[in-house]
């Protein structure tokens, strides 16, 4: 089992829906959860990031962080098309040496007009 | 892309060839990963650097060799390319490597091994 599960999709929604991506890990050690934004032949961009457990909010996007239950989830209010990417998790824990983070194999998101 | 630049951006080889792809930072970052992005498996760290001269192995480093000895620039060899190196290469930079480990990816490079 990896460390990060992520499903891959692809997700197809109508524009003006709210999307909801998730993530579950088993590594109790992470605090930190990020989620990056990628569009296709582009590289990753950081779109959110959060510590321990909660939420945060930026807009349309919501992130919410669940340690409890090992799962983190990705909100997006009045999806638009130009949401349509890969959206990859990925967290770190804070000791232990190694802070590299480790990703998801990303959610395929499509939003159509 | 974060002042992060890859070359080359396309490269098509054949098994056997040695392949070196460079990554090029104008931000002064200590911190260089090297990812491969394969369909099924995500993004998955080969090698980084925490400094000049100081690399150390990740996740999937075999067949895979790396040099930094200059801060702005970190080459990825492939000795011996083979088909399974088949894939997109990203460089990542960061300013520190503490548990805000943020990381900025540069364009990626797509490699095809024939």
């Known amino acids: 089992q990896k460390e990060v599960e992520q499903d891959p999709g692809p997700l197809s929604v109508p524009e003006g829906a709210i999307v909801s991506l998730n993530c579950t890990y088993s590594?109790?050690?992470?605090?930190?959860f990020m989620w990056y934004r990628q569009y296709s032949r582009k590289g990753p961009e950081l779109l959110m990031y959060t510590y321990s457990s909660g939420n945060k909010e930026d807009g349309r996007f919501t992130a919410q962080v669940d340690k409890s239950s090992k799962y983190i989830s990705l909100f997006i209010r009045d999806s638009q098309p130009s949401d349509s990417a890969t959206y990859l998790c990925a967290m770190s824990p804070t000791s232990g040496g190694s802070y590299i983070p480790t990703f998801g194999r990303g959610t395929s998101l499509i939003v159509h007009p | 892309d974060a002042g992060i630049t890859q070359s080359p951006r396309h490269k098509v080889t054949e098994t056997g060839t040695p392949v070196t792809l460079r990554c090029h930072q104008t931000e002064n970052h200590r911190y260089m990963y090297w990812y491969r992005q394969d369909p099924g498996h995500g993004l998955r760290l080969i090698h980084y650097s925490y400094g000049v001269k100081d690399t150390d192995k990740g996740e999937v480093s075999d067949g895979y060799s790396v040099s930094r000895s200059k801060t702005e620039d970190f080459l990825l060899t492939l000795e011996s390319a083979t088909s399974s190196q088949t894939s997109v290469y990203f460089c990542?930079?960061?300013?520190?490597?503490?548990?805000?480990?943020?990381?900025?990816f540069g364009p990626g490079t797509r490699l095809t091994v024939l």
């Open positions: 990542a930079i960061s300013p520190r490597q503490d548990s805000t480990d943020t990381q900025y």
């Open positions: 590594n109790s050690a992470f605090q930190y």
